[in-house]
T-cell receptor, first 112, second 113 residues
Framework: QKEVEQNSGPLSVPEGAIASLNCTYS??????FFWYRQYSGKSPELIMS????GDKEDGRFTAQLNKASQYVSLLIRDSQPSDSATYLC????????????FGTGTQLKVEL | DGGITQSPKYLFRKEGQNVTLSCEQN?????MYWYRQDPGQGLRLIYY???????QKGDIAEGYSVSREKKESFPLTVTSAQKNPTAFYLC????????????FGDGTRLSIL
């Protein structure tokens, strides 16, 4: 089992819809979780950080964390074509210090 | 503006040659990291440094070397021992606190001539 798993996609949603991206992780003791957006050929940029169970909202983005089920998700409301990118989930695993373990990313396509 | 600067943006390596990728940050971050990204794969950690004059191997350190003589700088050398160096190399930094996120530079794309 991979330490951090994401469905590679592509996930296609129509413009204006809600996009739901999911990530599962293997280390039950993990404490810090991050979502990055990466456009093709560019470097990752941080979208959200979440540390506690529940939802955290920032504009059109909502991160949801469920430590008991070991998953973290990212919801994008009112999806726009400019949201089309690969979304990377990153987890700071127990005993990993400052290291992050990244999933392979989910490609999102928002269609007109 | 504060940020992370990687140079060059594109780099070509000849057979048997060592090349050095530059990473400089003016964010006053203690921790710095080097990742490699291949198509269809996630980011893989090469080396990281939590403090000046100290660094640790990541998951794929073979064929690479680093130094951390200054807080602002964390150069990566891709040696001739790295037989498959073609990849997108990303440098990141973070405040030295366990829960702080990492921020990335724009990357260096390395290819073999």
């Amino acid at each position: 089992q991979k330490e951090v798993e994401q469905n590679s996609g592509p996930l296609s949603v129509p413009e204006g819809a809600i996009a739901s991206l999911n990530c599962t992780y293997s280390d039950r003791g993990s404490q810090s979780f991050f979502w990055y957006r990466q456009y093709s050929g560019k470097s990752p940029e941080l979208i959200m950080s979440i540390y506690s169970n529940g939802d955290k909202e920032d504009g059109r983005f909502t991160a949801q964390l469920n430590k008991a089920s070991q998953y973290v998700s990212l919801l994008i409301r009112d999806s726009q074509p400019s949201d089309s990118a690969t979304y990377l989930c990153a987890v700071r695993l127990t005993g990993g210090g400052n290291k992050l373990t990244f999933g392979t990313g989910t490609q999102l396509k928002v269609e007109l | 503006d504060g940020g992370i600067t990687q140079s060059p943006k594109y780099l070509f390596r000849k057979e048997g040659q060592n090349v050095t990728l530059s990473c400089e940050q003016n964010l006053n971050h203690d921790a710095m990291y080097w990742y490699r990204q291949d198509p269809g794969q996630g980011l893989r950690l090469i080396y990281y440094s939590q403090i000046v004059n100290d660094f640790q191997k990541g998951d794929i350190a073979e064929g690479y070397s680093v130094s951390r003589e200054k807080k602002e700088s964390f150069p990566l050398t891709v040696t001739s021992a790295q037989k498959n160096p073609t990849a997108f190399y990303l440098c990141a930094s973070s405040i030295d606190a366990f829960n702080q996120p990492q921020h990335f530079g724009d990357g260096t794309r390395l290819s073999i001539l």
